[in-house]
């Protein structure tokens, strides 16, 4: 084992507490926010700035930036993006369908509709207004845990 490796363990082990914050840039802040709000319920813990938003769901952390008017034309829906997804887990299958229904009813563009997967998880995805690609996942594994904050 190298002397980085060791950190590494020693780091996870003492103070790594998984992947909890996600900033995404947005090209219409208030419509970014409805959408998270809305859909997963995520509530606002700090807006710095009419530019910057802060959202949470309990133990997690979104950051909203808008992106600069000077810089929109930058950012075209139809590009590919270096992120592929990212994911909300729920409680049980039933939580996906609620929110797949939920999202249909909204009018949000559905990737890919619910399925089981291989490993016994249920999902579907999901676009949010700038086109992210988000997963709603059931995950017997680690959906069934009991969350708390410290």
Do not use: C
């Not at 291989?118 to 700038?130: A, E, N, Q």
């Amino acid at each position: 084992m190298t002397a980085h490796s060791q950190d590494h363990e020693r780091g996870k082990a003492e103070s790594i507490q998984g992947l909890r914050h996600l900033a995404l840039k947005v090209t219409d802040l208030e419509a970014s926010l409805r959408f998270y709000q809305t859909l997963f319920r995520m509530r606002v813990v700090w807006q710095p700035d009419p530019q910057n938003v802060y959202l949470s769901s309990g133990l997690d952390n979104l950051a909203l930036h808008q992106i600069p008017p000077d810089e929109l034309p930058l950012y075209q829906k139809d590009h590919g993006q270096f992120l592929d997804h990212f994911g909300f887990l729920v409680d049980s299958p039933k939580s996906v369908d609620r929110l797949y229904m939920q999202a249909q009813e909204l009018g949000v563009p559905i990737v890919k509709p619910p399925r089981s997967h291989r490993d016994g998880s249920y999902s579907f995805y999901l676009t949010d207004p700038d086109h992210v690609i988000i997963q709603i996942l059931y995950e017997p594994t680690i959906s069934t845990i009991s969350w708390s904050p410290r």
